[in-house]
DNA sequence: GAGTGGATTTCGCAT
DNA sequence: ATGCGAAGTCCACTC
């Protein structure tokens, strides 16, 4: 029997019934739980669907969470996201997991006929994740190096509320014209575009006088190309990284200005 | 020493040097596997990221798909997705497992300090996955169905292309004016709004009479309401349950007219 | 609590 | 390969 204060507790090929005590005991410690076995599933709810039986691994963590990965995939083939109020019960030598969910009304039950590994785990996470290159590293860069866009911009707000939406950066170029800027940080596809000729539109309509709109994204999709000329939009290749770079450097400090 | 047909091999506690060994293998063979411990990820490619040192659940799968999941939380606070290359290698006592991605070029490497578990799947699982009530199942409710949209529509085409984009549904109405029909599976918003919207000019573009756009959804947004109003568009309530509901009828083989 | 938009979105389908 | 849109999307943020 391995010590209760070991991160990880392991069951090896444990009968259904022993299975269900020690999800049961996991479930109210709230331990997260590793489940392999044959099992099928059932989800009822905003969707419903039917999984017949195969082996899987399942996970039940700690905030309520519950993956069932087959072995294959990057997606859970059910899932139930965090929230749930779990419970394990025995009906006629089959083990039912079930995740319920209030709020939408939601539940998903797991049937295991077989467990090879049932695994009870506590464990330590502390650690920090920071993430680098995402459209609101791009907005920053921008907003701390405005020449990125082109000489002489100058950024007047961000995020700034008009009709159809929140602008990424709008300001002022070289010549006092009013600018627009839409900030994609994959290929811009027609949608942005799209988003792009909205706002363009609506600050014109209130100033009454021309304004530039500008696309900035690392590429354009092509079909996109023509519809972009066609919108007289304007397209600057920037790509994540690059910006991600710039904010690296120690002038980042700039920053704090705006925030 | 357990047999090596097994479908779950478990390891508890393994020194790094055996781990590697043992995730080698398992790489080399195509298994699934399951990796517990103290570890710190980097990734690099389409963003970056840094995750610093906690004890997690890493899963390795057949298809070269890698999860780096938390405690807490439904999504992997690091993956990639399935087309990956595995590597695993040894580093003064650290374990290095990387996860190679050529298009787009990227790599997530996981450094193990301490591993609790290693587990080596043998998973087999050809079952069935069905999945009901998503957007197709009202498409196809509808066109079985069309009196559900009102008495007396007229489907004539579906997925059929315009300029925008894709129409769910083009038909004729009682009066024997044009509808397109949009459809959401959950409360439409203002995109659904817009796309919709776009078809109907499009449409009414080419043939240039009264043009009828008819958002099928749950339910609208509240400010949407006007929106939809502003643009003389329709809303027609219909759940993707109650479609679910009616291709469960014996008449579903009607649709099979469709395909 | 609802609405809005981003995401290392992923996934599937059509061109 | 690329483009496009749905998803049981999830998630964070605002109102």
Chains 1, 2 share one sequence.
């Not at 739980?33 to 989800?43: A, E, K």
């Not at 009013?178 to 363009?200: D, M, N, P, S, W």
């Amino acid at each position: 029997m391995p010590s209760e204060k070991s991160p990880v507790n392991v069951f090896q090929n444990p009968s259904i019934v022993r299975a269900k005590e020690i999800i049961k005991n996991g479930i109210s410690h709230r331990k997260t739980l590793i489940l392999i076995g044959n099992c099928w599933v059932d989800y009822h709810g905003r969707a419903g669907s039917k999984l017949f039986p195969g082996e899987r691994i399942v996970i039940m963590k700690e905030d309520g969470s519950l993956l069932v990965h087959r072995s294959t995939g990057y997606e859970p083939v059910n899932w139930q996201p965090p929230g749930c109020i779990f419970e394990a019960n025995l009906k006629e030598n089959v083990l039912e997991v079930k995740a319920i969910r209030r709020k939408p009304a939601e539940t998903v039950v797991v049937y295991f006929d077989k467990l090879y590994l049932v695994s009870v785990l506590d464990l330590e996470d502390f650690g920090e994740f920071a993430l680098h290159a995402s459209e609101e590293d791009m907005q920053k860069a921008i907003l701390t190096e405005p020449s990125l866009i082109e000489p002489g911009f100058k950024p007047v707000t961000y995020e700034k509320k008009v009709e159809p939406g929140f602008m990424d950066i709008y300001g002022i170029d070289s010549q006092g014209r009013f600018v627009v800027v839409e900030i994609k940080r994959k290929t811009a596809g027609k949608e942005a575009v799209l988003q792009l000729a909205r706002y363009v539109e609506s600050v014109k309509s209130m100033v009454n006088r021309e304004v530039r709109g500008i696309l900035v994204a690392p590429s354009i999709a092509k079909g996109v190309q023509r519809l972009l000329e066609t919108l007289k939009l304007e397209f600057k290749a920037l790509s994540p990284k690059k910006c991600a770079e710039i904010l690296s450097k120690p002038e980042i400090k700039k920053l704090e200005e705006f925030l």
